[in-house]
């Protein structure tokens, strides 16, 4: 979490003459988004994110991900909305990137959600599902059952090194995945990486969803195993049943699972703490020890898969 | 630039419940200052920058820095005032480190100060100085003469890895420092590092001076030094006198140069431009690369030392 690409007062005063937000009162880079730049900006208008794309967003993405968030907050989800140029543009190019300016959202992501909290960020996941219907550009999970194939190509020879059996888990996982990993689920627009760092809450509310550049149109139930894999297990690895509950309580208050998803649900939590091992374990192998960001522990997912590794059916974790 | 220590929404909510300063809204930690970590923290009632004091503030400094903030702005300067806790303190202890919670100021600095932002910043900072009077604290300079000669010690064997030529350039300047250095110029509480990043500016006017953590007791005309290296330089490293009179008469506007002081100007540009390229070398030689900043380069002020030993007479600087 880091500045990557500084910007001056005055990079920002001219990129300013494009949009019509009135003028800047404050400006700070802020340390948050794992590979993009950001700036807190406040005008005489109102407070905004600028934010500047570095390598890990593609610029031909930028539809996909800028109209998406336009077409949630139309249907009512609170997330950031893209601010247009004077001629229209989703974004200009600043400092050889391209950049965009979005709405800037009030409330707090929580470390240690509680079940109440689960509860209501599965019911938000559910509205961003049902919301995403109708939006008209789609964008395929880069990181779906070929990007782990690819990733574990990558890794594999060194993944021992990091933890012992690491390889052998990672081998059994995919091999297992690749055999019995669903097609025909109910699918549409995800949000691919609902962590609670992406959940602003206000009062024990949900006032806001963030950081959509994993966004991508992929399986429902996926995302839902995004999301309890990442909620749901205290910090000494286990995971919470009564908080696992709240989620996908919540989140059946708004959108009915189907049975398939449910008999589904241990295979992709596999896949989805597959997904997090394997990216973590590549950037804890190829980190730049010059980098203005320190990798997140692979082994925390590792952990997570194999327990669901173990589990049986869909009614361990809570339903 | 970069947030050094972690403080998750739980963390800030057991502080919070030590101060009267309403519920939090927004919380997010930003890429400023250099060896502190900073967020900047919305509530209802306001907005407020959290700082926790890394390794270079020492708590025992607190009283001095914080106590200097809120005697400025009582004398209508306008700096980040500490919020006292209920229990009147001015910071208390959060993850190991002091945390001080302080107003936030609007205001951008400038990159590129022009000619009337070198005026208005030179006027700043001659109120600085006369509304320091009366503060009951004192904190020697601990980056004046003797710890220059310190630093000098601890970098010259490896100064020429660096630039050729520095070990005699660094040699050179510091005996004729210590020949030269004045004691007997009009003193009291400075700001010692008045660089245009700590400087804010709405619609070309002053709004705010922050980071007063180099503030001590030590001479006015030394501190004026401080500011012209940092502001009159262009990127090409030449002096550009018309900001270098710009920012004089915005400062004699407010309070007078002494002749002592005047004369004194050609070996305190020496030692403010020796100061900043010491401090620099240092870091650059000492930087870890796994840390979260990148340092900066000696060689701006070594270029600055170069042509400072040249100058006969205040008056190539602008007087």
């Not at 601010?83 to 050889?96: E, H, I, P, T, Y």
């Not at 594999?156 to 012992?164: E, F, H, K, M, N």
């Not at 896949?271 to 203005?292: C, E, I, K, Q, V």
């Amino acid at each position: 979490m880091a500045v990557y690409t500084d910007v001056s007062f005055e990079d920002l005063e001219g990129l300013l003459s494009g949009y019509d937000i009135g003028l800047p009162l404050s400006f700070k880079g802020i340390a948050e988004g794992v590979e993009n730049s950001n700036f807190y900006l406040q005008t005489d208008r109102g407070a905004y994110i600028l934010t500047l794309y570095e390598k890990r967003v593609r610029i031909e993405d930028l539809p996909f991900f800028l109209g998406l968030m336009e077409h949630l907050a139309a249907r009512g989800l609170n997330c950031p909305q893209p601010v247009r140029a004077r001629d229209g543009s989703q974004w200009l190019m600043l400092k050889g990137r391209a950049a965009a300016i979005l709405t800037f959202l009030s409330g707090i992501s929580l470390r240690r959600p509680e079940a109440g909290h689960c509860a209501a960020a599965g019911g938000t996941l559910a509205r961003l599902h049902d919301s995403g219907g109708g939006f008209a550009l789609s964008r395929p999970n880069a990181l779906g059952l070929a990007g782990w194939r690819e990733l574990a190509t990558a890794t594999i020879a060194r993944a021992d090194s990091v933890q012992g059996g690491l390889a052998a888990l990672i081998a059994d996982a995919l091999a297992d995945l690749e055999r019995r990993w669903p097609t025909d689920l109910p699918a549409g627009l995800i949000h691919a990486d609902l962590f609670p760092d992406n959940v602003l809450f206000m009062q024990d509310k949900v006032s806001g969803v963030i950081d959509f550049y994993f966004a991508c149109r992929d399986m429902f139930a996926y995302d839902l195993s995004v999301m309890l894999n990442s909620w749901c297990f205290e910090s000494d690895g286990a995971y919470n049943v009564t908080k696992g509950k709240a989620l996908i309580a919540g989140y059946r208050s708004v959108r009915a699972l189907t049975p398939a998803e449910i008999d589904a649900l241990p295979v992709l939590m596999r896949g989805a703490s597959l997904r997090f091992l394997l990216t973590r374990l590549y950037d804890w192998l190829n980190h730049d020890p010059n980098a203005l960001v320190r990798p997140k522990d692979p082994r925390e997912y590792s952990k997570r898969l194999r327990f669901h590794m173990q589990v049986k059916h869909a009614g361990e974790y809570g339903l």
